[in-house]
């Protein structure tokens, strides 16, 4: 009795934690809303960080990440979804795919342009991409590192944490210099805020500082 008993509990157990998710979406970015209390990670899809810039055909920055979150609250913000479990990542988010009024979000985010396929993880909505790409729609439309791009060059302190403020001091054996860009060194420069190192708005705040200008 108690083997049947223990095979039972093993058959009920992954049924529970696959369960159906539904509750009222609240938008965090372009691929990631909570649902009620749970945050979850949309399937397949991957959008611009928050902090994102994309350029025009003219080169002027756009906010991009926060332009793809804001048509994301427009479309599906405060309205119920119905998401179905798929995984969990590694940041302990359940990643699912949502629906609202049977409008599967990632498809239809995708299909807008607000976000990109996110092939690694499935090839779900590849054809949505392509379909927007073609058409010019949404993110599109303009220049941008893909995000996965993006959030690499964050982690190695190669992205200004505002987009302003782009110029690296950095600390070496040669003391404390600071590189702007177009310098033959600023890409390769890495910002280690852990080491003393800093970004800084102008030449004069980095100055003031006590960094002085690379002669590279």
Known sequence: MLRLCSVLVLLVLPAMAWADLRGVIRVID?????VGETRVRL????????DQLCQTDQGADFACG???TE????AFGGQRA??????????????????VQGVDMGQHIVREGWAFAYR????????EEKTA???GRGLHAFQLQSPTQFRQAQVKGRVPPHPSCTIKGNISDKGRVFHVPGQKFY???EIQEASGERWFCSEAEAMRAGWRPSSH
Not at 43 to 50: C, G
Not at 71 to 74: A, E, K, S, T, Y
């Open 120 to 127: 690694r993880y499935g090839l779900d909505y590849d054809l």
């Open 43 to 50: 399937h397949a899809i991957d959008a611009p960080e928050q």
């Open 66 to 68: 926060v332009w793809a």
């Open 82 to 99: 119905v998401c179905h479990q798929l995984d969990i990542d590694r940041y302990g988010r359940l990643v699912a795919k949502c629906a």
């Open 187 to 189: 890409q390769r420069t």
């Open 30 to 34: 372009a691929d990631t809303v909570d």
């Open 133 to 135: 790409y073609v058409a």
């Open 71 to 74: 048509r994301v609250v427009d």
